[in-house]
């Protein structure tokens, strides 16, 4: 005879017998649906059982998005190359300095602060990758740009392209986060005297700061990140 594997409640599949290769098709089993109804949980099997769980969790969290919101700030990582942009995303992610390697494109990284979540873009910064910045500008809720204090013979360039950035529409309604890294270097230039290089004065129509840092040492990152969390709530 043949041994029948079932697929509760609905499907059966007939195995055939040893030494016979036969080709078998899915037939449907009905089931008095009153029966199964009235007798669901006593029959479900525990694997079933598990599954209406997470299907009830499932829909508790979808409520929960929906009466309370779940949304998560975009924001872009700017400044020229070797300024310290994917070493300040990684250290602000993982709490700790990493290898990196010049981003040829971009990286994309979840960070939170408190019930905050932010998606953080880090562009590249050599100059033909710095043409293709205005196509991740959409939707922006904030900025931070980052400058090597180190290396004040750059600030004319990129207070070119810091300005030039956020003039574009799609960035209008960003807050700006400067971030002077390499604040750990005896050569590292003041931030206020990076923001008069930069003329961020000049910044009247939005919500900004400097702040000096260092990706090294991780100072100064926790409390810029926690600026940004204020900011795009405010």
């Avoid at 594997?5 to 036969?22: D, E, I, K, L």
């Avoid at 924001?75 to 700790?96: D, E, F, P, R």
Wanted: hydrophobic residues 45%; contains cysteine.
């Amino acid at each position: 005879s043949q041994k029948a594997s079932f697929s509760f409640p609905y499907f059966w599949t007939a195995s055939p017998p040893a030494g016979r290769h036969v080709r078998t098709r899915p037939s449907v089993h009905k089931v008095d649906n009153a029966k199964y109804r009235s007798s669901r949980l006593r029959l479900t099997p525990l694997s079933l059982r598990l599954q209406l769980l997470l299907d009830m969790g499932f829909a508790m969290s979808r409520m929960w998005h929906f009466m309370f919101g779940s949304r998560k700030y975009k924001t872009l990582v700017l400044g020229l190359n070797n300024a310290g942009k994917t070493s300040i995303l990684y250290a602000l992610q993982l709490g700790k300095l990493v290898p990196t390697q010049p981003t040829l494109g971009s990286n994309c990284e979840e960070l939170t602060w408190g019930n905050v979540s932010f998606i953080a873009w880090d562009l590249g910064g050599q100059e033909l990758l710095r043409h293709s910045w205005s196509l991740f500008y959409s939707n922006t809720d904030a900025v931070i740009f980052v400058v090597d204090s180190a290396d004040p013979g750059t600030f004319p360039l990129v207070a070119t392209e810091m300005h030039r950035a956020l003039s574009h529409p799609d960035l209008a309604n960003a807050c700006v986060l400067v971030f002077a890294n390499k604040q750990d270097l005896t050569t590292a230039v003041a931030p206020v005297d990076v923001a008069k290089a930069l003329g961020l004065d000049r910044l009247t129509a939005r919500h900004w700061t400097i702040l000096g840092c260092s990706a090294a040492s991780q100072e100064g990152l926790r409390v810029g990140l926690a600026w940004i969390a204020d900011h795009v709530k405010a």
